[in-house]
């Protein structure tokens, strides 16, 4: 079953056979989370988010029209879901009257003991999550899913354009906290 495509799966859970679809979880769950991860700056909202992407794309499976890949498909219900429970986690803290000075944040998050003692990718991970959610997803897309410009603006319902332009400010807010927090010797 693990052989199979995804078209060739769907077709399968279309016709009644339902357990076919864990395949399709176990397929996008990982790469799922990552993204969702990194855009909510959650673990607990990622794992919830990610449970409602699973229902609302099965209970949806009917109206995929098999004319992008299903993975296209499945990020953009994955990326709009995170999108509305970022404005519901807005509107939460907003009527809570909850304020966080991010200056003081931002600067006291990492002290130069974390940077000696951790890897590489946990460096770089945190690096990403300090992003805004778009362009965390962006960079997760392109570089952890590797999935091409072109998928992405199917995702996010922009032109191809404005990915590459999102793109190329994320590497560029990558670039600066790097050098704001003489991260460069680490990395390299």
Same mark, same amino acid.
């Given at each position: 079953m693990k052989d199979l495509s995804?078209?060739?799966?769907?077709?399968?859970?279309?016709?009644?056979?339902?357990?076919?679809?864990?395949v399709i979880?176990?397929?996008?769950?990982?790469?799922?989370?990552t993204?969702?991860?990194?855009?909510?700056?959650n673990e607990f909202d990622a794992e919830e988010v990610l449970m409602?992407?699973?229902?609302?794309?099965?209970?949806?499976?009917?109206?995929?029209?098999f004319e992008s890949k299903f993975?296209?498909?499945?990020?953009?219900?994955?990326?709009?879901?995170?999108?509305?429970?970022l404005?519901?986690?807005?509107?939460k803290v907003e009527s809570e009257m909850q304020s966080i000075d991010d200056l003081d944040y931002l600067e006291s998050k990492y002290s130069s003991e974390d940077y000696c003692k951790k890897e590489l990718s946990e460096i770089v991970n945190k690096i990403i999550n300090e992003l805004p959610a778009k362009n965390a997803a962006v960079i997760t897309m392109f570089y952890l899913e590797e999935m091409s410009s072109e998928e992405i603006?199917?995702?996010?319902?922009?032109?191809?354009?404005?990915?590459?332009v999102i793109l190329?400010?994320? @590497? +560029? *807010? %990558? !670039?600066?906290?790097?050098?704001? @927090? +003489? *991260? %460069? !010797?680490e990395i390299l």
């Open positions: 995804d078209i060739e799966i769907i077709e399968s859970v279309l016709k009644g056979n339902t357990a076919d679809y864990t979880v176990d397929r996008y769950k990982n790469k799922s989370f993204m969702l991860k990194r855009m909510l700056k409602d992407c699973f229902m609302k794309a099965y209970n949806n499976l009917g109206s995929f029209k993975s296209t498909w499945f990020y953009r219900i994955v990326y709009n879901t995170a999108l509305t429970k404005s519901s986690i807005k509107r603006s199917q995702v996010l319902n922009i032109s191809v354009a404005n990915v590459k190329h400010r994320s @590497r +560029n *807010l %990558l !670039k600066d906290i790097i050098q704001k @927090r +003489n *991260l %460069l !010797k």
